[in-house]
Nanobody, 124 residues
Framework: QVLLVESGGGSVQAGASLRLSCVAS????????MGWFRQAPGKEREFVAA????????YYADSVRGRFTISRDNAKNTVYLQMNSLKPEDTAVYFC?????????????????WGQGTQVTVSS
């Protein structure tokens, strides 16, 4: 049984930083690519960042590039999303996801497991 649990969300002012964590269980974490997605009310789910199985290759949406950093600690079965210089448009529920492959993927339809999400709210 696969379980992904996100944490670290909260309400902050524009320009602040947050670090999201996602702890995985019930899967071969070190063999799976991981990703972060977000969804704001009334909007479609969108890709944020992805990381390959060893963490060597990372990918970012243009909207977060240079501000967000994805990383992973396979010994802890955890993937992180460091978010700096947060903007009001970053407000959303953030989900971590796992794909049953080593290569990072950007399409939500290619991920196999999803967490419950953690809320990030950025005030202007």
């Amino acid at each position: 049984q696969v379980l992904l649990v996100e944490s670290g969300g909260g309400s902050v002012q524009a320009g602040a930083s947050l670090r999201l964590s996602c702890v995985a269980s019930g899967l071969s974490f070190s063999m799976n690519a991981m990703g972060w997605f977000r969804q704001a009310p009334g909007k479609e789910r969108e890709f944020v960042a992805a990381i390959s199985w060893r963490g060597v290759n990372t990918y970012y949406a243009d909207s977060v590039r240079g501000r967000f950093t994805i990383s992973r600690d396979n010994a802890k079965n955890t993937v992180y999303l460091q978010m700096n210089s947060l903007k009001p448009e970053d407000t959303a529920v953030y989900f971590c996801a796992s794909a049953r492959q080593r290569t990072a993927v950007l399409g939500a339809e290619l991920y196999d497991y999803w967490g419950q999400g953690t809320q990030v709210t950025v005030s202007s």
